[in-house]
């Protein structure tokens, strides 16, 4: 062997520990974008998103079937929600070490198993207990989907593979829920849970054979951390964003728990168009959530930062478009939608960015958690809202909490900007330097 192989052969042993390979298994140096695997995600994502949901248009069938009064059937929602609630952060933490593939397998397939018993449960109790083993599986499945896309991207494609998954989430409300509630009005609400539940072991089926596998990351003491420039402390960054969320969804939720009968009542909409109206809301969403992925990832806070301002502006605008006629509220709500459809992608991005990787699992959980209660607390504080100053508030609180978001995401933004220099795009780890094509 001459001089120069040896020196070459030295030099590259010494490059090679200087960054060593990650103990995860990530995408491989050189690799594709991996598309398949996010769309497999998406598709599980889809599933559980629409085990969620499903239940609210069936409430009256279920109610018939067990003589039970609609406030009583609607503890389906409360009960599924409680368990994500509860749950979620624990279950995250205590399975923090398990491989990543693996628990999403056994998350979905206790999603197919909870959505088979509500199916044929035989009892309103029974129905109750599917509901709450659903919300734990759906809360445990979300603490693994969250963070997945964040393991099989570099941080420079994080946006975009978060915008595929996500639009996963929009389809379940575009299609998934409005078709499973006509599979019910037409066939019964048992049918819909069954056929939710086929769809989800076919999906189970797909992760197993096409979702590329990941592992735990555990913490590296030894090395330097990343530099992270959203907040001095990963956790910090971490809690900011759930307030985030909490402040921007529980303005969105308070206002769309009651918006059809706004939009009857106060709008004056016919009741015939509402319908439509609803459908095109969510096709726009769908079309915004699928399409934002480069923009985010090149511009994240501005990206952000633009979508909960205009959130904030256009739902307060609501009232105005109203009185200008249907033409201008239907333009302010399709434009409404998207940029709201945009936000929990964006928040989730940030998520990720901001937590270190053996810490993503549990930031998943919490945002899971933040969101959920997000959703339970906009019900009641629109409840509140509405009984206190009557439907015509709903807009303005719709407007003034994604507003006082908006105002934590800048302080927080631009305390980031003065100590870094830079947007909030935290510094490639090795691993990731070696995962980047």
Known sequence: MSHDSRVTRRASSRRFRRHPAPRATHRTPGSPFPRLGLLVLAAAIFVSMSTEFLPGGLLPNIAETFDRPITAVGQLVTVFAGAVILTTTPLAVLTRRMPRKALAIVALVGIAAATTLTAIAPTFEVLLIARAAGGVAHGVFWAVAAAYAADLVPASQLGRATAITAAGGSLAGVLGVPLGNALGQAFGWRMAFGTLAAVAVVVVLLVVLLLPAVTPIPPAPREP????????????????????????????????????????????????????????????????????????????????????????????????????????????????????????????????????????????????????IAIGGGAVIGALVVGAWGLGALPCVAALLPTAGLIVLLVTSRAATARAGTDLVPSPTPAEVHRVP
Not at 227 to 252: D, E, K, M, N
Not at 320 to 326: C, D, N, R, T
Not at 342 to 360: D, G, K, W, Y
């Open 225 to 372: 951390a990343p530099r992270r420039v959203a907040t001095p402390s990963a956790l910090g960054g971490i809690l900011l964003v759930c307030a985030i969320i909490l402040l921007v969804v529980i303005g969105q939720t308070a206002y769309g728990t009651y918006s059809v009968v706004w939009l009857g009542e106060v709008a004056t909409i016919p009741s015939a168009a509402i319908p439509a109206l609803l459908f095109g809301t969510g096709l726009a969403a769908l079309v915004a959530a699928a399409t934002v992925g480069r923009i985010a990832d090149r511009f994240p806070t501005l990206t952000l930062s633009a979508a909960v301002g205009l959130v904030a502006i256009l739902s307060g605008l609501f009232p105005l478009a109203a009185a200008w006629g249907i033409g201008a509220l239907v333009i302010a709500a399709l434009l409404q939608a998207m940029a709201f459809a945009v936000v929990p992608i964006m928040l989730q991005a940030r998520m990720m960015r901001i937590a270190a990787p053996h810490q993503r699992s549990t930031a998943a959980a919490l945002q899971t958690t933040a969101f959920n």
